[in-house]
């Protein structure tokens, strides 16, 4: 019998990998009985989704972005002494 | 001056790369860091391996694909390098127990400590509260480590295989750490999100 744990971690392994039969079978006969590990599956779900939300922020962000003008002016001096060693 | 005379030229001072691809570069690094200061390390670790291994440019990709590819394995080191906080190659040596996003979710039985509070239809509150503030929040409450080897699964949706090369980890090491930060993610929602919106009934 799967303990809810154990369930859990099928339910995040589901979104990682194909559950093998038995653990399917396993895992329905559990979420049939328990209420908590039906609302988790609900919930991961959901944050799954969500995550597209997030990239869709992340990336908006950092397409705003631009290299620091001291970071750059930083790389520009590394890049030249790495040249002048590169000639020696 | 032919195209390929300019190519060369452009090849030959890495300063152009800087001020052609510096942006892009950090833009990449930054999405996947998420910390200013860490992208810009790795885009002059970047430029400066560009710099060293330039002869074996092939020119057959274009200077910002060859750039991405170097900057790719270096952003990888970073995040191997925070991974590796803790040893990951022996399970044992990941303690469960201790780690704060375990503690109290499951009773010694495996049962749930509490019962889980339904969450009723959370892409409608979701539209109505600042439920995008609330995942960031609680991601970066996460455990650093965690959070990172979520962020690139999940939202970055980099594959399995990739982040398991790349961080020498194991396919069951990754899905218990991902299994971990979910259920951390959740406890955190469910704390803070919907608790705000007067949810969280049993």
């Known amino acids: 019998m799967l303990t809810c744990k154990d369930a859990s971690h099928l339910l995040s392994e589901s979104q990682e990998r194909q559950?093998?039969?038995?653990?399917?079978?396993?895992?329905?006969?559990?979420?049939?009985?328990?209420?908590?590990?039906?609302?988790?599956?609900?919930q991961l779900a959901f944050m799954h989704r969500a995550m597209r939300s997030l990239r869709r922020r992340a990336e908006s962000e950092a397409n705003a972005a631009e290299l620091p003008v001291a970071a750059r002016e930083r790389i520009r001096r590394a890049l030249r002494e790495g040249?002048?060693?590169s000639r020696d | 001056m032919s195209s390929s005379g300019l190519d060369e030229h452009r090849l030959s001072s890495p300063e152009t790369w800087l001020d052609q691809h510096g942006d892009a570069l950090y833009r990449y690094a930054l999405l996947r860091l998420r910390d200013p200061h860490r992208a810009e390390d790795v885009v002059?670790?970047?430029?400066l391996a560009a710099l060293v291994a330039r002869e074996r440019f092939s020119g057959v990709a274009s200077v910002r694909t060859w750039l991405i590819g170097i900057l790719k394995h270096k952003v990888m080191d970073q995040f191997r390098l925070q991974v590796r906080e803790v040893p990951l190659d022996d399970p044992a040596q990941v303690p469960e127990r201790d780690d704060p996003t375990d503690e109290g979710d499951f009773a010694p039985s495996g049962s749930w400590r509490e019962r889980l509070s339904d969450w009723?239809?959370?892409?409608?509150?979701?539209?109505r509260g600042e439920f995008i503030a609330f995942l960031q929040r609680c991601l970066d409450g996460l455990p650093r480590r965690l959070a990172q080897l979520y962020w690139l699964r999940e939202v970055m949706e980099e594959d399995t295989e990739t982040i398991c090369e790349e961080m020498a980890i194991t396919p069951n090491n990754l899905w218990t750490m991902l299994h971990r930060a979910r259920l951390g993610l959740r406890r955190c929602l469910d704390r803070t999100w919907l608790n705000g919106l007067g949810h969280g009934g049993k």
Do not use: D
């Open chain 1, 19 to 42: 559950l093998s039969p038995r653990e399917r079978w396993g895992l329905r006969l559990h979420l049939w009985m328990c209420v908590s590990c039906r609302r988790l599956e609900r």
């Open chain 1, 83 to 85: 040249q002048g060693q």
């Open chain 2, 44 to 47: 002059q670790e970047t430029l």
């Open chain 2, 120 to 127: 009723g239809n959370p892409e409608e509150m979701a539209e």
